[in-house]
């Protein structure tokens, strides 16, 4: 995460915000710190900040006693956004006992408002992804996060997709051209997935580049609003779409994330960035009528852009020739195979 940049600081009595944080989310934050995170953050005066990203949450960055804290505050609506607020606290706790996420020091059910450690680290880009040794590093972190367990939710990217152009027809929202094309080929995918004994694992479920922060000892991954049990092919290949990576690089992810990787696994991932691609369409569709006012996003990021680059993303799946070819193959599924 970013800082949305350097501001002079205006104090309360115990917390200094930054300048451009709404009166509203300051009311929020100092009810959440006082009820949930006072003797946490001790006597003196506290430092709050905002960051970019964060999409339908507020994520602000405090300083206390010379420490650093994520605390981030949640849209209401969950369901809108097809998160459960319980369980993404608890996938981020499981992830971070296999040390791979910051630690949750305080929350609040339902509405999902929690203070976590500060994740240090460069926010990965898809650029640096052109780095074998950095892919490697992302494999392995993937794998491990698949292998672990957790008791947070099941997680279906069709379902998401469903919810998701449900609240963007109810906007009015309009569709990208070929949209209904791609929902009626992403119910076959779905088939293909829920009747074949698929490998899943402890998913993330929302791999984009910026929720992983690297530094030299690890990798740590941020914004477990999706995360739960599902099928680890969808992880590989939302990485893969949302970083546009060509052939070789999609070659070298897989082969780094599962070295025995045949035929089958690279179907489901290809059938799996088809599917992240419509998935992110619908989220962008859904969210920008109520969100494109409201949130801090990276900059030069917008829904429109995001909804287009994920439906080409989706449509040269199918346009490869080679989607009808990806559902054969997909649905052998060799014994040890890890996605």
């Known amino acids: 995460m970013t800082t949305a940049g350097a501001a002079d600081l205006s104090a309360t009595d115990r917390y200094a915000f930054a300048d451009g944080i709404e009166s509203d989310v300051r009311e929020r934050a100092v009810s959440f710190l006082d009820r949930k995170a006072s003797d946490l953050l001790g006597d003196g005066i506290v430092k709050i900040e905002r960051l970019q990203g964060g999409a339908s949450n507020i994520n602000l960055r405090l300083i206390a006693g010379g420490r650093r804290y994520a605390l981030r505050l949640c849209a209401p609506e969950a369901r809108r956004w097809g998160v459960d607020r319980a369980a993404s606290i608890q996938a981020q706790q499981d992830a971070a006992a296999l040390g791979l996420a910051p630690r949750i020091l305080a929350s609040e059910l339902p509405c999902g408002d929690f203070l976590a450690e500060y994740a240090d680290g460069v926010q990965m880009t898809a650029a640096m992804l052109a780095d074998d040794a950095l892919v490697a590093r992302v494999a392995r972190t993937l794998r491990t996060l698949n292998a672990g367990a957790t008791t947070s939710q099941d997680f279906s990217p ?28 992403l119910l076959r995918v779905e088939a293909l997935f829920v009747t074949h004994d698929v490998p899943r694992g402890f998913c993330h479920s929302d791999s984009v ?9 690890r990798i740590q991954l941020v914004d477990f609003d999706y995360a739960g049990y599902g099928w680890t092919a969808f992880e590989l290949a939302s990485l893969c779409c949302q970083a546009e990576l060509d052939d070789d690089r ?13 035929e089958g696994q690279r179907a489901r991932v290809e059938l799996m960035r088809f599917v992240a691609g419509v998935r992110e369409a619908a989220w962008a569709l859904m969210a920008e009528p109520i969100l494109k006012a409201k949130t801090a996003t990276l900059d030069g990021w917008s829904y429109q852009d ?11 799946v199918v346009d490869s020739g080679a989607f009808e ?7 052998t599924v060799r014994e040890g195979a890890l996605c």
């Not at 580049?209 to 030299?216: A, F, G, H, I, S």
């Not at 070819?325 to 649905?331: E, H, P, Q």
């Open 325 to 331: 070819v990806y559902l054969a193959r997909a649905r």
């Open 250 to 262: 999609t070659t070298t992810l897989l082969k780094a994330y599962d070295p025995d990787a045949d």
């Open 158 to 185: 069709f379902n998401d997709a469903r919810i998701f152009i449900e609240h963007a027809d109810a906007e009015k929202a309009p569709r990208p051209d070929r949209y209904d094309e791609m929902l009626a080929r």
């Open 306 to 316: 995001h909804a287009a680059r994920n439906i080409r993303q989706a449509a040269q």
């Open 209 to 217: 580049p910026q929720n992983y922060l690297v530094t030299d000892e």
